[in-house]
């Protein structure tokens, strides 16, 4: 019955690692003991100041239809966050929240985009960044980076991929999947590019800003000459373990917001009215107050490149953020391992899945056909265990 179907949903790809956890899901129901590392949410609880203000919310009786772009005290909260922690000037018609980051980053491109506008990516990206930009009926322009370069795309990258059709770029920092993080030197060499191109936008997403091991955070609209051409994407999900609580917000130059507010009031209205109310709680606390998981990341991270470095043929560098290692496993392509035949990354994720019985994610869906995703947002027997299963079952 797909004839019956829109091209739209019919061209449309499966999130790859929303499907690699579903397929994880049903070997678990089969009863196979699989180890989980292909999704990014955090194996922490939220943080009971958090539960303790949606409580409080339910017992207030908030329950009704919420503001298209978000309570006016959230709104304050995120504004007071920005100043804070990236020293931005938002004022409440430049915020707009929603039901999540992913949320937000389809308003931006269904208000932006018009047929063929092209979207600069560099990569790796978010596996979803292609498929929004391509249901505005915008053009992902691909840059890919190298693990030498830490994954990160070069001024000259970015130079040589504009073109006439060229609307925006979209990239986060720290990055998903690849864990890199932007440095202040590297953001203004691409913002001195853009300088010559003023009729494009810059997407940054923002969201595991605080799961930085770098020790510090610099965000593209902190240029002057930036600010008015950078929408800042972020929300609770990551940094404060709260990937079921959906909610997500930007800071924009006010006529995006709008356009984003008027979106929005046609697609879902206005995001959860509980969930809400506790996310002005998580923003009202210094990032202080979710150090230990940071920590405890950062000790993961540690512990899983120790132990990738002791697997003949995973290349890897040192992500400065996220909780993402993305090895290069180019070497295995071509080889045959206990009778599967090991063609692209594809095939050496379900081939992990099905031996090692540790989920993983393909990098092919990512924007590169040479690595895998490893999350490491799990515990550090989980991580042992898991590793110790992909070096048995590649041996």
């Given at each position: 019955m797909n004839d019956q179907l829109s091209d739209r949903i019919n061209n449309l790809a499966t999130s790859a690692t929303l499907a690699m956890a579903a397929k994880a899901r049903e070997l678990r129901a089969e009863g196979k003991d699989i180890i989980g590392l292909s999704l990014g949410e955090p194996d922490f609880n939220t943080p009971d100041f958090i539960k303790d203000a949606a409580i409080e919310a339910i017992n207030q009786n908030y329950n009704s239809y919420t503001p298209v772009d978000g309570y006016v005290e959230l709104k304050e909260a995120i504004i007071k966050k920005f100043k804070r922690d990236n020293n931005l000037n938002y004022t409440l018609p430049q915020v707009v929240v929603s039901t999540g980051a992913k949320q937000s980053l389809a308003n931006i491109a269904s208000v932006m985009l018009n047929a063929g506008d092209e979207v600069i990516l560099p990569c790796p990206y978010w596996v979803s960044y292609s498929d929004i930009v391509k249901l505005s009926d915008g053009v992902p322009v691909e840059v890919t980076t190298s693990i030498e370069n830490d994954f990160k795309m070069t001024a000259a990258q970015l130079e040589a991929a504009i073109t006439p059709k060229t609307k925006m770029i979209w990239y986060s920092s720290p990055c998903n999947p690849s864990g890199s993080v932007y440095s202040k030197e590297e953001l203004r060499a691409l913002a001195d590019v853009l300088k010559k191109y003023p009729n494009i936008y810059v997407v940054s997403d923002e969201i595991y800003e605080h799961i930085n091991f770098k020790g510090g955070h610099f965000s593209m609209a902190e240029f002057e000459d930036m600010y008015d051409r950078t929408i800042t994407v972020n929300g609770v999900s990551k940094a404060f373990a709260m990937t079921g609580w959906r909610i997500g917000y930007i800071g924009a130059p006010d006529w995006i917001a709008r356009a984003c507010n008027k979106m929005q009031g046609q697609i879902t209205s206005g995001a959860n009215c509980i969930a809400q109310r506790a996310v002005i709680k998580a923003l009202e606390a210094e990032p202080s107050s979710i150090k230990y998981m940071v920590d405890e990341f950062k000790e993961r991270r540690k512990l899983i490149l120790n132990l990738l470095s002791e697997i003949d043929?995973?290349?890897?560098?040192?992500?400065?953020?996220?909780?993402?290692?993305?090895?290069?496993?180019?070497?295995?392509?071509?080889?045959?391992?206990?009778?599967?035949?090991?063609?692209?990354?594809?095939?050496?994720?379900?081939?992990?899945?099905?031996e090692a019985l540790v989920a993983t994610v393909t990098g092919e869906a990512f924007g590169n056909k040479d690595c895998i995703r490893i999350s490491y947002a799990a515990s550090q027997d989980e991580i042992k265990e898991a590793i110790k299963r992909i070096k048995t079952a590649l041996s």
């Open positions: 043929g995973f290349k890897t560098n040192e992500p400065e953020g996220a909780f993402y290692v993305f090895p290069n496993v180019a070497s295995y392509f071509g080889k045959t391992i206990k009778g599967k035949t090991i063609n692209n990354a594809t095939d050496f994720s379900l081939f992990l899945l099905e």
